[in-house]
């Protein structure tokens, strides 16, 4: 299925952040799953999901997944099954984080949904970050 207009645009908007805090770290590695990315610039499967944003350093410093979520598509049983998967393969990294990009009207349904996947997965460590297309960042 193609990508969708909004969906690609919060991609974006993950890349643009994951730039502007981190683009001056030299050992900074970002993957994406775009479709004007080229095979080698696309991030792998991560216990069988293939997220929107894989950031890395090397030396390995930090971990970063973003992940771009439509209102509709945040709390499907694919999409906790994906952030399970997530938070799984982050909690053993260093410095850990999740980045998920979401529409203003989904901000606070994606913290909740974040916060209690978070628990389930045993995932204290991972750094939680809502983005939206308003600048709004939620940090938990």
Known sequence: ???????????????????????????????????????????????????DVLALTVPASFTIIGEAKLHRDLDTPHSRSQFRAFLRFLRYTPDPHLMLAVPVAAHAAAYALMQSLQWVEGAANVEIEIVTLAGLVAEQ
């Open 1 to 51: 299925m193609p990508e969708s207009h909004v969906h690609a645009t919060l991609v974006s908007l993950l890349l643009r952040f994951l730039d502007e805090r981190h683009g001056h770290n030299l050992g900074l590695c970002v993957y994406r799953d775009t479709a004007t990315a080229d095979r080698e610039d696309k991030p792998r499967r991560i216990n069988g999901y293939v997220p």
